[in-house]
């Protein structure tokens, strides 16, 4: 693998994060999400969000991309200051399956506790984020690297539509008090 670079993502970005979502959501949603959306829908859906989410300007949402010189190979996003109690949401991270176990989600996830904890005066220092309680690998890495189980909810269907889930799955919170303290790790190692 080439150098890793992480970056902004720019509107350009679109297609290649949107692709990436949809092939993470394939590997790991199955069981959550309907089969029919994950198999006909999801592309064309993330493809859609992704276009808008970067397209259009928001201060509060930001999104970094992981690459090499060949291609995408993460990403992560996140919003700004999102919940009174938790503070920011990290929406997502994603890593292509060839090149998970590297190192480039927990990369992705320290930069954007970076720059969460460099908003000024933050109202709140907090990351937390949602994973699927069928998700055990994605819960795993997330308390090594130091969140702490924090609720749990009922999933939303992706775009509203509810036939895009199967059955009533859930989501489990997981969260960091202090976004500025899982920043620091990498200087710390």
């Known amino acids: 693998m080439s150098a890793l670079r992480l970056r902004l993502a ?3 970005d679109g297609d290649a994060i ?7 959501w394939r590997r790991h949603y199955r069981g959550a999400y309907a089969d029919e959306f994950l198999d006909c829908d999801v592309v064309t859906d993330r493809l859609a969000a992704w276009r808008v989410r970067l397209g259009e300007a928001d201060p509060r949402r930001l999104t970094f991309l992981a690459e090499d010189r060949e291609r995408a190979l993460g990403f992560a996003s996140a919003y700004l200051d999102d919940d009174p109690a938790w503070g920011s949401l990290l929406d997502n991270v994603h890593v292509a399956a060839e090149h998970q176990r590297r190192g480039i989600g927990a990369r992705l996830l320290e930069r954007t506790a970076e720059a ?3 908003q000024p005066v933050p109202a709140r220092r907090g990351l937390y984020v ?3 309680e069928q998700n055990t690998g994605a819960q795993a890495f997330y308390r090594a690297l130091g969140a702490q189980p924090a ?24 969260a960091w008090a202090d976004a500025a303290r899982l920043s620091r790790r990498r200087s710390a190692s």
């Not at 949107?18 to 993470?24: E, G, I, N, T, Y």
């Not at 609720?151 to 997981?174: D, I, N, Q």
Request: aromatic share 8%.
């Open 10 to 12: 720019t509107a350009a």
């Open 18 to 24: 949107a692709h990436l979502h949809a092939d993470s």
């Open 116 to 118: 969460v904890a460099a």
């Open 130 to 132: 949602w994973v699927l």
């Open 151 to 174: 609720g749990r909810e009922r999933v939303s269907p992706p775009g509203g539509v509810p036939g895009r889930l199967a059955g009533t799955p859930f989501k489990l919170r997981y």
